[in-house]
């Protein structure tokens, strides 16, 4: 059974930086970043390619950044100058194919004002 783990979240005063971790015990070609805050459908953050080919939502362009160690299956995701409305729960997302797609159970993320 194929897991992803996230760490790294918690509570952070607006403005400052947290990074997430997911580490999964498969290779997928697109590992990447959603949340989902309260009453509102979960969006993607940013997501990254094997070969490096990144994504971003508006949102968060200039402030977080997403990488990933393949030799690790890890994926990481910087977030820097949070805001309030950062606040969510992230999950990290695993895609290869409609038959190989997984998620984490999620990592909360607070930013108080």
């Known amino acids: 059974q194929v897991q992803l783990v996230e760490s790294g979240g918690g509570l952070v005063q607006a403005g400052g930086s947290l990074r997430l971790s997911c580490a999964a015990s498969g290779r997928f070609n697109i590992m990447g970043w959603y949340r989902q805050a309260p009453v509102k459908e979960r969006e993607l953050v940013a997501d990254?390619?094997?070969?490096?080919?990144?994504n971003y939502a508006d949102s968060v362009k200039g402030r977080f950044a997403i990488s990933r160690d393949n030799a690790k299956n890890t994926v990481y995701l910087q977030m820097n100058g949070l805001k309030p409305e950062d606040t969510a729960v992230y999950y990290c997302?695993?895609?290869?194919?409609?038959?190989?797609?997984?998620w984490g159970h999620g990592t909360q993320v607070t930013v108080s004002s």
């Open positions: 997302r695993g895609y290869s194919s409609i038959h190989f797609d997984y």
């Open positions: 990254i390619t094997l070969g490096g080919s990144t």
